[in-house]
């Protein structure tokens, strides 16, 4: 059953607002993927915060075109999957890095982060990124070092004396 046209309006606002929100965005087509492919994917996405919509080339490009993603409606062509993350690029992009790996039949046709459209290539870069947790352990690891090793040093000035003391104790015995 075709969409109306209210239908077809509120699907543009829907997807626009989405995309206004977007940090990272993707475009993919999805031909040769089978529905239960889809359908996988799609639950690892919302499990993960992900939007993930099949829209009509027409509407993405209406919802595209008053975004800062306006430059990426030229490279829509074909069955379209539009995926976007407002919340970890790491995480977004290592799922999908993971989802493109195991499915060879999709094919990305454009990445965009905050506005900046990426080289596809990038998107292995973003899923190397560690995730704002990992990041923050991390750097809290980094911090904790020189602290660790100061408290060793303090703590083997005493130990050594100690243990030389010991020494002297038994050679004496």
Not at 25 to 32: E, I
Not at 77 to 93: C, R, V, Y
Request: proline residues 3%.
């Amino acid at each position: 059953m075709p969409l109306s046209i209210e239908d077809k309006k509120n699907l543009v606002k829907e997807v626009s607002s989405v995309i206004s929100e977007a940090d990272t965005l993707l475009t993919a087509d999805y031909r040769g993927l089978t529905a239960n492919e889809l359908g996988e994917f799609r639950k690892i996405a919302r499990n993960s915060g992900i939007y993930i919509k099949i829209v009509k080339n027409n509407m993405l490009k209406m919802a595209l075109k008053d975004s800062s993603y306006s430059s990426l409606a030229e490279k829509i062509t074909g069955p379209q999957i539009l995926a976007t993350s407002s919340e970890s690029p790491g995480d977004f992009a290592k799922l999908v890095k993971k989802f493109i790996d195991e499915h060879e039949n999709i094919e990305l046709k454009s990445l965009a982060y905050k506005g900046k459209e990426l080289d596809l290539v990038e998107i292995k870069k973003l899923a190397t990124l560690p995730t704002y947790d990992q990041a923050i352990s991390q750097l809290m690891s980094v911090m904790q070092a020189p602290i660790q090793k100061f408290l060793a040093t303090v703590n083997a000035v005493p130990t050594k004396f100690v243990r030389t003391l010991v020494a002297v104790k038994q050679s004496k015995n």
